[in-house]
């Protein structure tokens, strides 16, 4: 069985495009690198824009095998 996190990783504001930049990138990176330490492991993710095309986010799933 597994335990389940999700979280919202926000991006930086674009003005003229909604598309992930290589800074939002390196942050997607350093959440899973940082939840990996932790023990959890990268279930799925999604980027998310928004329709005024100026603030999207990464919607980032883990997932941690529990005890049964």
Do not use: C, P
């Not at 997607?28 to 279930?43: F, H, S, Y």
Request: overall charge negative; glycine content about 2%.
């Amino acid at each position: 069985m597994y335990q389940y996190k999700s979280e919202i990783l926000r991006v930086s504001v674009k003005w003229f495009s909604d598309k992930a930049n290589e800074k939002d990138i390196a942050e997607l990176d350093e959440l899973i690198n940082k939840r990996a330490a932790e023990g959890w492991e990268l279930a799925t993710y999604d980027y998310m824009a928004t329709s005024t095309q100026w603030a999207g986010a990464f919607v980032v799933t883990f997932r941690k095998k529990v005890a049964e």
